[in-house]
């Protein structure tokens, strides 16, 4: 994932599905998974549920670390509830995209989901 090329098409195609996701008559089911994967992604939080209409993010940001396992039921996990006001969907999205090698290797998998386009034949 170190090819600045292979780093810039995969930020781009992150950028171009953000944009057809985010326009008030593609909001699905489908997409509305994409916009908490970002969300959870980028702030580390246990739960999101995003509100289309008042234009506000609830979430439960995990604290630490340590404590959180996604793959069992934590009964006690320090977070802290953020409820966040956005103007622009799309403009916040893209905001949250991080350019590190973890990051790419999970939009990719995200690319993959929601374009079923494997972003490694999307290169050549």
């Given amino acids: 994932m170190g090819d600045s090329r292979l780093t810039t098409r995969i930020l781009m195609e992150m950028e171009n599905l953000i944009t057809r996701s985010s326009t008030r008559e593609n909001i699905t089911s489908r997409f509305q998974d994409l916009h908490k994967s970002i969300l959870r992604k980028h702030y580390n939080a246990a739960d999101v549920d995003i509100d289309y209409v008042n234009h506000r993010i609830k979430m439960d940001v995990v ?48 690319i993959k989901k929601h374009t079923n386009e494997d972003i490694s034949m999307i290169v050549l």
């Fill in 63 to 110: 604290l630490d670390d340590r404590q959180y396992d996604p793959k069992t039921i934590n009964m006690v996990v320090p977070t802290m509830p953020t409820n966040l006001f956005y103007k622009d969907l799309g403009s916040f999205l893209k905001s949250c995209l991080a350019k590190d090698i973890k990051s790419l290797a999970f939009y990719a998998g995200l």
